[in-house]
């Protein structure tokens, strides 16, 4: 078992470097700096947790997601609806695999736990 909690300490060692443009990201500010750690892959999805410093994309999001925030805040536009919604440490979303959004990272470091369907 995995457990993840608002604030929780990460050991960097364990997470890699994460594409924004591989993972479905058109355009990017700020390098987008984020790094992603595995916990589980199987069964056709793949869970852990993002990590990223301030900055902003827009992506086509790559997979269905089920996710939480650990700690800091993004804001996410959906292109949809033209609706923002600010998250924060304790807030989840569930956004459909192909939802194109733009994404806001507003505090200075952001992480999310993830459970995703490709």
Do not use: C
Not at 6 to 21: C, I, Q
Not at 63 to 79: K, M, N, P, Q, R
Not at 80 to 100: H, L, M, N, P, Q
């Amino acid at each position: 078992m995995t457990s993840y909690y608002g604030g929780m300490d990460f050991d960097l060692e364990d997470f890699l470097p994460f594409d924004a443009e591989a993972n479905g990201a058109i355009s990017v500010s700020n390098d987008l700096e984020a790094m992603v750690r595995v916990d589980y892959e199987g069964e056709g999805v793949v869970g852990g947790i993002f990590r990223q410093v301030h900055g902003s994309a827009e992506i086509n999001w790559p997979a269905t997601e089920h996710a939480f925030v650990l700690d800091g805040t993004v804001s996410i536009t959906y292109h949809s609806t033209g609706d923002t919604v600010e998250y924060s440490r304790g807030d989840g979303w569930i956004i459909a695999k192909g939802e194109r959004v733009t994404w806001n990272v507003t505090s200075p470091h952001f992480a999310k736990s993830f459970f995703n369907r490709p």
